[in-house]
């Protein structure tokens, strides 16, 4: 399964951007996918997933400001973030997993497929 991130770019603080990941596989509908973040000089961190088939979970620090959506028809995942804060500076990155528990969901390691990042950057 090949995934490809899109839509980062620069924003200032308050403003929204919305990212957005494709998918190669026809079966994408059967998959939990994610965003996790890693800025600059910590460790890649889970954002928020959407468990097949269809619950939503997000880290605290996004909750309120984050919403992800998936759309199975055009095999998307989409993060909209609204209200951003110069710390939600960081590459975001997809991911997708077939069989993922839900106890796994915010460990990176346990994730099989990966997209390439794209840069967010909230200035402030």
């Known amino acids: 399964v090949q995934l490809q991130a899109s839509g980062g770019g620069l924003v200032q603080a308050g403003g929204s951007l919305r990212l957005s990941c494709a998918a190669s596989?026809?079966?994408?509908?059967?998959?939990?996918a994610a965003w996790f973040r890693q800025a600059p000089g910590k460790e890649r961190e889970f954002v928020a997933a959407?468990?097949?088939?269809?619950?939503?979970v997000y880290a605290d620090s996004v909750k309120g400001r984050f919403t992800m959506s998936k759309d199975n028809a055009k095999k998307t995942t989409y993060l909209q973030m609204d209200s951003l804060r110069p710390e939600d500076t960081a590459v975001y990155y997809c991911?997708?997993?077939?069989?993922?528990?839900?106890?796994?969901?915010?460990?990176?390691?346990?994730?099989?497929?990966w997209g390439q990042g794209t840069q967010v950057t909230v200035s402030s």
């Open positions: 991911t997708a997993d077939r069989s993922i528990i839900m106890s796994s969901i915010p460990d990176e390691n346990q994730w099989d497929y």
């Open positions: 596989t026809r079966t994408f509908s059967g998959y939990t």
């Open positions: 959407i468990r097949y088939p269809g619950s939503r």
